[in-house]
């Protein structure tokens, strides 16, 4: 009896033990859940060195030279590539700096020199494709400040520039790619807000040297007259006067012998 009791404890244990290992094996092997991966982050716009750009782009030299005399290049390398908007960068040929004659650069300030560089690059990056939209916005902000604005039209694909004072066009796209857009114009963009409105009138040539004036010239007529009637006249314009004095006294005699024949006859 005892043994059949001991028996029966230790074979409850035993199934007792066998089921706790079972269920801490079957808990092992139960797949662990995995976490779902992170979305990768936006990748960050390769760096854009204006400078180099500009160096081996197309001849640009006058304008980079402004540009790093007057250390506006750091200006324009800050909004290429510190800032979410970008930059759109418009920049003439060496060319059109050398037919700039009036108004000359060289009469500004330093400040107003330094605006109208700024005045070549707008606060954000822009594409071609948007100055169609561009344009229907009216005058449009530049680095240079709120008053320093731009109209764009866009004219079949031809994208057009007006300052107010000068007007030129997009040539060529230099590059287009985010964050720094580089457009050549072919002349250099005047700001109205420096150089006004009204066009000087362009001088009239001056007279070549030694040429007369012509015969039909109110000039020559004049020297003309004044010569002719500065000559002496020999015409005999005396002539009349003599012989009136002669005639008055022929009537004198003629009645001085009337009146004596009167008397004796």
């Known amino acids: 009896m005892e043994f059949s009791m001991i028996f029966m404890i230790s074979f409850s244990v035993l199934i007792l033990c066998s089921s706790l290992a079972y269920g801490q094996v079957a808990m092992s092997t139960s797949p662990t859940p995995t ?16 400078k180099d750009l500009l160096s081996v782009a197309g001849p ?28 759109t960068i418009f920049v003439p040929k ?7 004659k009036k108004p000359s650069l060289s ?26 939209d561009l344009s229907e ?31 030129t066009k997009v040539t060529s796209a230099v590059h287009t790619s985010k964050p720094v857009a580089v457009y050549q114009i072919d002349k250099v963009l005047l700001p109205e807000a420096i150089f006004g409105t009204d066009i000087p009138p362009t001088p009239a040539p001056a007279p070549a040297l ?6 039909d010239t109110p000039s020559a007529a004049k020297s003309e007259e004044t010569g002719s009637s500065s000559k ?18 022929t009537q004198l005699v003629l009645a001085f012998l009337g009146g004596w024949l009167v008397l004796f006859f």
């Open 35 to 50: 976490p779902s991966p992170s979305p990768a982050p936006a990748p960050t716009p390769a760096y854009t060195n204006i």
């Open 60 to 87: 640009y030299h006058k304008f980079l030279g402004y540009l790093e005399s007057t250390k506006l290049i750091d200006t324009f390398q800050i909004q290429a590539n510190n800032t979410v908007e970008g930059i």
């Open 94 to 100: 060496d060319s059109a700096f050398k037919a700039l």
């Open 107 to 132: 009469n500004l300030t330093d400040d107003q020199f330094k605006s109208v560089l700024l005045y070549h690059a707008l606060p954000r990056y822009y594409a071609l494709a948007d100055f169609n």
């Open 137 to 167: 916005k009216g005058l449009i902000s530049t680095l240079a400040g709120g008053q320093y604005t731009l109209q764009f039209n866009d004219e079949s694909g031809t994208v057009r520039l007006d300052s107010g004072w000068s007007k």
């Open 210 to 215: 030694g040429i007369g004036p012509s015969a």
């Open 232 to 249: 002496p006249s020999f015409s005999g314009s005396s002539s009349p006067r003599i012989m009136m004095n002669s005639g008055i006294w």
